[in-house]
């Protein structure tokens, strides 16, 4: 069984739109929804121990931020991350890619990343149906699969999904 943890970055500013899109941070918005979605993702059941984020400033901040929130809070003593130049990526294609490249030795892993690569990837191993993974949203995947080769080919089952929105409707 894999397990496969899907986490869109925050909301990002556009406060500097001279900025190169990988250069771009997060908006107080998104800096207010790392907090929530942290503990909430934690109580989905993750441990932190496989973290692989897109480059992207906004992607950064936002695994930063989750963490100090959970570090803060006691839900884990640390939290480290791995950046990936091919996690800078808007295509599921691409992002199934890196997914198949992965350890075999890894079962359980978080991908901080954008959309639309995202929620089509999620869908395409889920059927899922999920019109849109918003900022700093989570999905949580079950594949029941031995290598992160096959995981394409795979039964998949969605077992978590939440959005900021879906805390602050609560």
């Not at 079962?107 to 889920?126: I, K, R």
């Not at 700093?136 to 699969?145: E, L, R, S």
């Amino acid at each position: 069984m894999k397990i496969l943890h899907l986490l869109r970055h925050a909301k990002s500013s556009w406060q500097q739109p001279e900025l190169a899109d990988v250069d771009r941070g997060l908006n107080d918005r998104g800096k207010r929804n790392c907090a929530s979605m942290a503990r909430e993702i934690s109580q989905a059941g993750y441990d932190f121990k496989h973290v692989y984020t897109s480059p992207a400033q906004r992607a950064q901040k936002t695994i930063e931020l989750i963490a100090e929130h959970l570090v803060n809070d006691e839900a884990i003593e640390d939290l480290s991350w791995q950046s990936d130049s091919a996690l800078y990526t808007f295509d599921a294609v691409q992002l199934a890619r890196f997914v198949k490249s992965l350890d075999d030795a890894i079962n359980e892993v978080m991908l901080v990343g954008h959309n639309p690569a995202l929620t089509l990837f999620c869908n395409q191993l889920t059927n899922a149906n999920i019109d849109n993974i918003p900022t700093c949203g989570y999905a949580q995947i079950k594949v029941n699969a031995l290598s992160w080769q096959h995981i394409a080919d795979a039964p998949a089952l969605l077992m978590y999904f939440v959005t900021p929105k879906m805390l602050t409707a609560s």
